[in-house]
């Protein structure tokens, strides 16, 4: 069994700068598994969120239900085909502050999991050519008898994120005691809550009320500087 330390990430907008499932579905419709009128949908979807008629959680499940409406009928290989294509081309494009956490847990022995709403497919292809972390949960597509997607799912860890992390810790033998859980959205606040280290990285406004009430870390990152916003006081320098 093993008895190491766990640190648990969430991917879009905490690893990546920007969002895997929004790569994903970019490359499926330039290949022509999608539509190429899909990504002026896609196009149009990220528009509204940063001309702020959405929230991101918004963005997020626009992305979802844009992927679930097209993958219909489309094989896995054409998905570990694209994936393929995105993550050389995008995978280096993370957080300095990341970064930095992810090369100090490997230095303490933690033991490093992601848990991602992205598709399984491109979290895999994206854990083998560049995060190289222990283990990676990413959404799972349903497929029918012939090997091709229906649009169901059979498994979302956005929606019990903290389920995910306990029955993989359980499963693995490893303590939550001095755990550490890093994430950005709303999504992630049920895995937070049960690290004994919870940080909200870049928050949105949800993750962000929460984390105040809670009294957890806020970090930010902005181009090359990483501050923290302790309540009640103005920002200070980061420290892990």
Not at 203 to 227: C, F, Q, S
Request: aromatic share 12%.
């Amino acid at each position: 069994m093993d008895t190491r330390k766990l640190a648990i990430f969430d991917i879009d907008g905490t690893i990546f700068r920007k969002n895997l499932h929004f790569e994903l579905i970019n490359e499926l419709s330039w290949i022509g598994a999608f539509p190429a009128d899909v990504r002026k949908r896609l196009t149009q979807v990220y528009t509204d969120w940063l001309g702020h008629e959405g929230t991101y959680e918004i963005y997020r499940h626009s992305l979802v239900d844009l992927y679930a409406e097209h993958i219909r009928g489309v094989s896995e290989e054409k998905v570990r085909e694209a994936s393929r294509i995105v993550v050389p081309f995008h995978m280096k494009r993370t957080y300095i502050f990341a970064e930095e956490l992810i090369s100090g847990f490997r230095r303490d022995g933690y033991h490093i999991i992601a848990v991602s709403g992205s598709p399984i497919e491109i979290v895999e292809e994206y854990n083998e050519k560049y995060l190289n972390f222990d283990f990676v949960f990413g959404s799972v597509y349903e497929k029918d008898g012939n090997g091709k997607y229906t649009g169901g799912t059979v498994f979302e860890p956005t929606k019990a994120k903290d389920d995910v992390v306990k029955t993989y810790a359980s499963e693995h033998g490893l303590d939550l005691a001095d755990s550490y859980g890093i994430g950005d959205t709303e999504s992630d606040i049920a895995f937070l809550r049960i690290v004994d280290h919870p940080i909200a990285f870049n928050p949105n406004r949800n993750l962000k009320a929460v984390a105040e009430e809670e009294g957890w870390r806020i970090v930010v990152e902005k181009k090359d500087v990483i501050y923290e916003i302790a309540p009640g006081s103005k920002t200070t320098r980061h420290n892990r």
